[in-house]
């Protein structure tokens, strides 16, 4: 009885042991928590040093994760949202939902950056990805004037979407409607998020999609092709930076520091250029993989402070779709 009533003793002290294992909460978009994306080695790497259980929740893509943070507003579970950029982070911000993250990171970013409540994880430039043997147009106006076919994200949906609509903004001003007018024909369909569009475009369903600078990195890397190249427009090309945000209502406050912290490390910042195909935050120790270096890089780079991201938003959405409805 003696042995017994020991052994009960100990089940009773670990059992609120094992249930007192910390739970991180990350909303993120679907490619981030995908088995090519970051999110497997960075679960495991951040569950290594913190002892909690890091649980990832995808949202559809970027522009999706806001339209749910509002939804949900303070019954959001999500301690750490990951995955808005700089056309979305005003919006947020007026949601009152996050809390300052205290943090002043050396960043490695083409343009100044601080922002109280969001930090930068990685950034890109918005390009058009084609076939070598294309002889890609280089500007929008001379993109509407050819018969090469094109499909994009939803603005409404999808980082990608609205950086482009940011971008024809940015780079035409009022003349924006106008450029849309003449790109409603090369358009072969819109998408929800990039995931789709990429993948009608490797089908041979476009001759261009809309992507990223780094996106032909992929494939000369991780699959040995370099046929694959992004088109460097004359008028600059839009400029995305991704961040991440620290929910003021997480029952996780100090963990979610941790994250945020982790995430700018060199640990994680080395595995994002060869699994999100971006551009790391802080450059690595080891630098950016072979291949990087090859790749187009814009002369000229594009984008609008958030403010401006988000006044110009309704208007570029109300162009987008009245030049599609024709």
């Not at 949906?157 to 007018?181: C, F, H, M, N």
């Not at 929910?247 to 994680?268: C, H, T, V």
Request: charged share 20%; with cysteine; glycine share 8%.
């Amino acid at each position: 009885m003696k042995t017994l009533g020991f052994a009960a003793g100990l089940l009773a002290i670990a059992a609120p042991a094992l249930a007192e294992t910390p739970v991180l909460h990350v909303l993120t978009y679907d490619s981030f928590v995908s088995e090519w994306g970051p999110g497997p080695a960075i679960e495991t790497a951040f569950e290594a040093e913190c002892g909690c259980d890091l649980r990832f929740t995808a949202a559809g893509d970027g522009a999706a994760l806001l339209a749910r943070l509002q939804l949900e507003g303070v019954r959001s579970e999500a301690d750490v949202i990951l995955g808005l950029d700089t056309s979305l982070t005003a919006a947020a911000r007026r949601t009152g939902l996050f809390a300052p993250h205290g943090q002043r990171p050396a960043l490695s970013l083409p343009v100044p950056f601080e922002d109280a409540e969001f930090l930068p994880y990685d950034w890109g430039w918005f390009a058009f990805v084609h076939d070598r043997k294309l002889d890609p147009p280089k500007d929008f106006a001379a993109l509407a004037a050819s018969d090469l076919k094109i499909v994009i994200e939803d603005p409404r949906s999808s980082t990608p979407g609205l950086g482009l609509l940011l971008w024809v903004k940015a780079a035409y001003g009022d003349r924006a409607a106008e450029i849309w007018q003449g790109l409603a024909d090369n358009i072969v369909t819109v998408t929800p998020g990039w995931s789709e569009a990429y993948g009608m475009f490797l089908d041979g369903e476009a001759d261009m999609v809309l992507s990223y600078t780094t996106s032909p990195a992929s494939h000369l890397i991780a699959e040995q092709d370099g046929s694959k190249t992004a088109a460097l427009f004359d008028e600059g090309n839009y400029l995305q930076v991704e961040v991440m945000g620290k929910l003021a209502a997480s029952d996780q406050p100090e963990l979610a520091d941790r994250f945020l912290a982790f995430m700018l490390s060199d640990a994680a910042q080395s595995v994002l250029p060869t699994t999100n195909w971006m551009y790391p935050a802080l450059t690595p120790a080891a630098g950016l993989p072979e291949g990087f270096e090859a790749l187009a890089r814009p002369v000229k780079s594009l984008l609008l402070p958030a403010d401006e991201a988000e006044a110009a938003r309704g208007p570029a959405l109300d162009e987008w779709r009245a030049a599609l409805a024709r």
